[in-house]
């Protein structure tokens, strides 16, 4: 049986879907192949296949060090974000008490709050209690900003996790942590991983409070590319790192899509 012709109204939709869809893309791709041309400038189409802005980059002590601390504050900041906020979700959907729906705008707040006053606040508060710049305060705050992902991803979850699963494991005789760990962590692993994934990109692309909170010897990534580019101007390195970056995260997303489902990151 043949299918029905789409009609105008869903062709045209799907026109426009396509050059939303390219219009997204097209950036990506021109840095993506402008990281491997060969001129002195950044410039598109590409002139001459070269890895020359790669070698640059990995040649670079200051942009490599970046990464290294960007990699480890968004590491330490993803882990301390599901060790606040797992708990904090199973608070808000297991339990009622008193200032429960306070608890919970507090905890996702730093959603709606601009970076940029949040960080210059949090600079006002560590120069009032005398902390310098230090990787513990770089994290904490990091740790502010990424722990609404995995509440709200982690409460998702147990909001539709069949609670006869584990019903079942206490009427067989286990008890409350066994139920909670082999049964209840289990089947919220994926909201978990999903927040978990939120966070540790958005303590990774983070500049304002970087930019605050960060000295001469605590620099990330996206806060050095900035200030360079800021002092000299766009440089060929700068492709490279973000085609880097941009590959780095498909493979996240590729191997998160193969384990858990994409799905979790609605």
């Known amino acids: 049986m043949r299918r029905p012709a789409p009609s105008p109204f ?6 426009v879907s396509g050059a939303v869809l390219a219009f ?8 993506v192949i402008a990281s491997f041309n060969d001129a002195a400038i950044l410039s598109f189409p590409l002139q001459r296949f070269s890895l020359r802005w790669y070698v640059a980059f990995f040649q670079d002590f ?3 060090q970046a990464l290294q601390v960007s990699l480890v504050v968004a590491a330490l900041s993803t882990v301390g974000a599901i060790l606040v906020g797992v708990p904090a979700a199973f608070a808000l959907v297991r339990y009622r008490f008193p200032g429960r729906e306070l608890v919970g ?6 959603l709606l709050v601009p970076l940029i006053v949040l ?7 560590y120069a009032a209690v005398g902390i310098r710049a230090t990787l513990a305060g770089f994290v904490v705050m990091h740790v502010l900003i990424t722990t609404p992902y995995v509440v709200r991803t982690v409460m998702a979850v147990l909001v539709r996790l069949d609670a006869s699963l ?3 494991a206490l009427s067989l005789g286990a008890d409350d942590l066994r139920t909670t760990w082999h049964v209840t962590l289990p089947l919220i692993r994926p909201g978990v991983f999903a927040g978990g994934f939120f966070a540790f990109m958005t303590s990774f692309d983070n500049v304002p409070l970087s930019i605050f909170l960060g000295s001469s010897k605590l620099v990330t990534l996206p806060v050095k590319i900035y200030s360079q580019v800021e002092a000299y101007g766009i440089d060929p390195v700068f492709a490279a790192v973000s085609t880097l970056v941009i ?9 998160f899509d193969r384990y858990v489902g994409l799905d979790y990151l609605r």
């Open 166 to 168: 584990e019903e079942a």
């Open 105 to 110: 705008a507090f905890l996702l707040s730093p």
């Open 119 to 125: 960080g210059l606040a949090v600079l006002l508060l």
């Open 62 to 64: 200051e942009l490599v």
């Open 10 to 15: 869903t062709l045209a939709v799907r026109a």
């Open 24 to 31: 997204l893309a097209a950036p990506i791709v021109i840095v």
């Open 247 to 255: 590959a780095g995260t498909l493979v996240v997303m590729v191997a």
